[in-house]
């Protein structure tokens, strides 16, 4: 079942299972606010979550909603991490995953036929090679080699049925590109949130939701703080670990 010095955790909220690696990838708390954060349906659909990483996020959704979901990850590693953490929970009837570049998913799945698209995509421009982290796999994960901001929102809106839903996570320092690119490939910015480590800080997460070819109103929905006075706070205690 677990190869390597892969480990399994508890989703504690969700009383699921997920298989990790500290040297390929482990997911971060980003995956669970955008899980919480996204508006699913709640019997029937179709759900496609890019850059899955180890499936989290698909994992998370399972919770939320009994549509399908589908996966795409192009690691290879982490694909198969993400396959094996669904047997685990018996969730194969209702989460898939494809191994793939996520800019030849349009044409292969077709155009239009997505309620939601989420995506928790690489947040940092490529930078420099001699700044490019050596663990190949983290590399991936956090910088744009293999796929742009601009490919994952051009995709996502391929993807989506008109008035279908795409939400992401991101940085707050790439808003402006990302509401730019949103508006590009019409996918209307309905609802935001920022996320603070606690009061008194910066925001360091953006969460983001649009329409496809909705109409202009975005709700900025109140800031949400990770700790205070160095615990969680009550709102992401409960998304980890339940009420």
Do not use: W
């Not at 955790?9 to 990790?20: K, T």
């Not at 929970?89 to 209702?94: C, E, S, V, Y």
Request: charged letters at 25%; proline letters at 6%; aromatic letters at 6%.
């Amino acid at each position: 079942m677990l190869k390597g010095d892969e480990r399994l955790d508890y989703l504690l909220a969700e009383n699921l299972r997920i298989i990790q690696s500290p040297s390929v990838f482990s997911f971060s708390i980003d995956a669970v606010l955008l899980a919480n954060f996204v508006h699913v349906p709640i019997q029937k659909g179709n759900i496609i979550d890019l850059c899955s990483g180890n499936g989290i996020v698909p994992l998370l959704l399972s919770k939320r909603t009994n549509a399908d979901i589908l996966g795409i990850e192009i690691q290879e590693r982490l694909y198969d991490m993400a396959v094996r953490s669904v047997e685990y929970n018996g969730l194969n009837d209702r989460i898939q995953f494809l191994k793939g570049d996520i800019k030849e998913i349009p044409a292969l799945l077709g155009r239009g036929k997505h309620d939601v698209v989420t995506c928790n995509p690489p947040y940092f421009k490529t930078p420099q090679k001699e700044q490019i982290n050596p663990n190949e796999y983290l590399a991936i994960a956090r910088h744009e080699l293999l796929c742009t901001l601009e490919d994952v929102i051009s995709v996502t809106a391929a993807l989506l049925k008109q008035g279908g839903k795409a939400a992401f996570v991101h940085r707050p320092g790439r808003l402006i590109e990302i509401v730019t690119l949103m508006k590009k490939y019409q996918l209307e910015p309905k609802k935001m949130r920022l996320v603070y480590p606690r009061m008194g800080k910066e925001a360091n997460i953006l969460l983001i939701e649009g329409i496809k070819n909705g109409k202009p109103d975005l709700r900025v929905l109140p800031p949400l703080y990770i700790f205070e006075e160095g615990n969680y706070t009550e709102e992401v205690q409960e998304m980890l670990y339940g009420k």
